[in-house]
């Protein structure tokens, strides 16, 4: 399994809905994180990773808007569309989540 570690920016419930053909779509919960990704000249890119998760994630990953978090993931392939998500048989953290004033982006303010 991989994993992401990013400073989490936003939780959200996607928009719900109805297909042309009647199908429902959406409802699910997600969550955006902020990450780093190091470059061969040894600049950083910030990238912004969306991951669908399950909702008993959504309570515990509120509470940690703002924190630098490690996060599981699963990637997957549907035609030209990679998509991430957190697995829906992984654990919350027993611990949950708390920000850790030592981890820091390096585009945070520097105190």
Do not use: C
């Not at 920016?9 to 719900?16: C, L």
């Not at 190091?38 to 998760?53: C, H």
């Amino acid at each position: 399994m991989f994993s992401i570690t990013g400073q989490v920016i936003t939780v959200f419930k996607a928009p719900e809905g109805k297909t042309k053909a009647g199908e429902n779509y959406g409802g699910d919960y997600r969550v955006q994180v902020l990450g780093e990704l190091a470059l061969k000249n040894g600049e950083v890119k910030r990238e912004l990773v969306t991951l669908s998760m399950p909702s008993r994630w959504g309570r515990e990953l509120f509470t940690a808007v703002g924190s630098v978090v490690t996060l599981p993931v699963g990637i997957m392939a549907s035609g030209n569309v990679v998509k991430a998500f957190i697995p829906e048989n992984t654990e919350v953290p027993k611990q949950g989540f708390q920000r850790d004033p030592k981890k820091t982006f390096s585009g945070d303010p520097k105190p």
